[in-house]
């Protein structure tokens, strides 16, 4: 097989990983939306340190198993966090960056 049909053939299966790719992160951004609007409605703040802090950790390791470098994937997985939390602020009518407004009390679980 000539060099450039082998090329082509790499080509074609990045695309086909890369259409995936977007496709999975349009399903996220829909779920997380629907948390946003959750959120904004229950009076919850935007961002949870706690949780995106255990979501990086879990990604990390993951990204070690699967020989990925970790340090990319914490960087991609911050990038994500960063706007999931952006449209949350926008679903409660913050300007993304301003101050989070106080959240109610929420009773225990």
Excluded: C, W
Excluded at 17 to 24: C, V
Excluded at 87 to 103: C, D, L, V
């Amino acid at each position: 097989m000539p060099a450039d049909q082998v090329l082509a053939g790499y080509r074609s299966s990045i695309d086909n990983i890369d259409a995936a790719l977007i496709h999975m992160l349009a399903e996220r951004f829909r779920i997380t939306k629907a948390v946003g609007a959750y959120k904004a409605d229950q009076e919850l703040p935007p961002s949870d340190p706690g949780r995106e802090q255990r979501q990086i950790a879990r990604l990390r390791k993951l990204a070690e198993e699967a020989n990925l470098d970790p340090e990319f994937s914490e960087k991609f997985l911050r990038f994500i966090i960063q706007e999931v939390i952006r449209h949350h602020e926008q679903a409660r009518g913050q300007n993304p960056g301003s101050p989070p407004r106080p959240a109610t009390a929420v009773p225990p679980r």
